[in-house]
C-alpha cells in the first residue's frame, strides 16, 4: 500500500486534508510539531485526530521556534482581533511552513512514502507567503532534487488538497467523509474553550454559519 505522510496541527484544515488522503488509499503516517506555540492544545488535540483516522504511526516531535517573531511564539505579542486581508499578519510564524514540510520529507524518505500533505489554504489568510500556490509549486520543485528517493527516480508528490478551498467548503467537505470536527482546535489562545475572539476562531465560526445559512 503506498503511504503518506500528514502533517496534522490539531485544527479542521490538517483533519480534512489527512481524511483525504485516506480516501486516496494511502497508508497514514501522522506528523505533529510542537514548534514552541503558546497554544499547545492543538498538540492534544492531533493525538485524537490521529486516533480518529487510525493512522499507522503518530509521530510527535519538538523543534524550538519560540524565538521567532509571531504572536503565536512570543508572549510578548498580543493575538490580534481583526486581520486585514492580504497583510501578513502578526500570527504568521517565519518560515513554519518550510520547517514543517522539510521535516515531513524527511520522514517520507525515512518510511518510504510517495506523499506529502498539509492542509494549507490561500484563501482564508492569503497574506501567508508559506501558503501561496507559487510557493507549493517551489517546495516541489525542491522535493524533485532534494531527497536520495528522488534522486534514484522515485517521487515524493507534495499534496495540498485545500488550497482554493474556503472555510465552509472544507467544513462540508469534512462533514460529507464523516469527520467529528469536536475532537479539533482552532483556537489560537489556550484557554478551556476557544477564545471565540481570535482571526481563526472567527474564521471557524464563519465557516460554520454559512452552511447553516446555505441550509436554511
Not at 488535540?45 to 503518530?58: D, G, M, P, T, W
Not at 518550510?98 to 524527511?106: D, G, P, R, W
Not at 497574506?127 to 517551489?138: A, F, H, Q, T
Amino acid at each position: 500500500m503506498k503511504k503518506a505522510i500528514c502533517l496534522i496541527s490539531g485544527g479542521m484544515d490538517s483533519f480534512v486534508s489527512a481524511a483525504i488522503a485516506k480516501t486516496k488509499r494511502y497508508k497514514l503516517y501522522g506528523l505533529t510539531v510542537n514548534y514552541g506555540q503558546k497554544n499547545k492544545k492543538e498538540i492534544y488535540y492531533s493525538a485524537k485526530i490521529a486516533e480518529f483516522l487510525k493512522v499507522k504511526r503518530h509521530i510527535i516531535t519538538d523543534i524550538d521556534l519560540s524565538w521567532a517573531k509571531s504572536a503565536l511564539t512570543d508572549s510578548r505579542i498580543k493575538i490580534p482581533q481583526k486581520v486585514n486581508r492580504g497583510e501578513i499578519p502578526s500570527t504568521y510564524v517565519p518560515a513554519r511552513n518550510t520547517v514543517l514540510i522539510s521535516l515531513a520529507m524527511a520522514l517520507a524518505e525515512t518510511v518510504d512514502a510517495e506523499a506529502i500533505f498539509i492542509g494549507v489554504n490561500a484563501v482564508d489568510f492569503s497574506g501567508y507567503p508559506d501558503c501561496r500556490p507559487e510557493y507549493i509549486k517551489r517546495f516541489q520543485n525542491l522535493l524533485n532534487v532534494a531527497t536520495k528517493k528522488t534522486a534514484r527516480g522515485g517521487k515524493i508528490t507534495l499534496h495540498t488538497p485545500l488550497l482554493h478551498m474556503s472555510k465552509s467548503e472544507i467544513i462540508k467537505k469534512g462533514l460529507s467523509l464523516g469527520l467529528d470536527f469536536s475532537i479539533t482546535w482552532s483556537c489560537y489562545r489556550n484557554g478551556k474553550k476557544p477564545c471565540g475572539r481570535c482571526p481563526s476562531c472567527i474564521i471557524r465560526t464563519q465557516g460554520f454559519d454559512s452552511i447553516k445559512t446555505s441550509c436554511s
